[in-house]
């Protein structure tokens, strides 16, 4: 449990190194500023970073290796540590949405991983797609894992940070993929709130990794003394 924890929270730290890396390498330009000669915060979506050719036509192949890099590494240790979160069901009260936790938590680490894998220029739809199923089922595992937290007396800042991200993602499902990109302004608006609510998401993600390595050591402790009676120092 200790492990999983720990390679989700490292693999969330590379993620943001990674996509830095990727936004400093990448110069092609974006949908309102086809010929900008840099990535720019407030009209590039991070999905721009994993695009075959630029928006000017250049090939963008190192951009795209490290944010292709950086989705696998996050989405398959996000899935890897699905089974580590039933460590919160301890008194068995939310076997449900435990269950609904695991899952949701390999269905979002798929899909994150398919981000990167999947161009938006060239095969638009299945990257819709893909994405969709990543920030859906991120919002399905945050809300359950809130449920099993509650149910089970978790720390209350573990929940409550699980609450304020289920807000933020919900937000932004609702009045952003909801509401369109149809002027310039609405499509601005949608991309700065797609960093804003990824970057809440990982932020609550790594909080809860912390929570679980926790957890872990404290049941590691306990297990010891009802063994041997004496933790060795």
Known sequence: MRTRARVLGTAIALFGILV??????????????????????RTNYLSDLGRVLTYNGRTNALPRALFAGATMLV?????????????????????????VTV?????????FAAVGLVPEDRQLGPHTFVVDV????????????????????A???????????LAVLAV??????????DTPSALTFAIVAQKFAVGIALLDVAVQTRGLAAKSATTDI????GIGGVVET
């Open 75 to 99: 989405g398959g240790a996000l899935a890897w540590s699905a089974p580590a979160w039933r460590a919160w069901n301890g008194s068995g009260r939310a076997a449900t949405a435990t269950d």
């Open 103 to 111: 899952m949701s938590a390999v269905l979002a680490g798929a899909g």
């Open 222 to 225: 306990g297990s010891r003394r």
């Open 155 to 165: 720390p209350r800042v573990l929940w409550i940070a699980n609450a304020g991200a």
């Open 134 to 153: 990543a920030f859906g089922m991120l919002l399905v595992f945050v809300a359950a894992l809130t449920v099993v937290q509650v149910r089970n007396r």
């Open 172 to 181: 932004y499902a609702g009045f952003v993929l909801g509401s369109g990109t």
């Open 20 to 41: 830095v890396l990727a936004v400093l390498a990448y110069h092609g330009g974006s949908h309102l500023d086809p010929f900008a000669g840099s990535y720019a915060f």
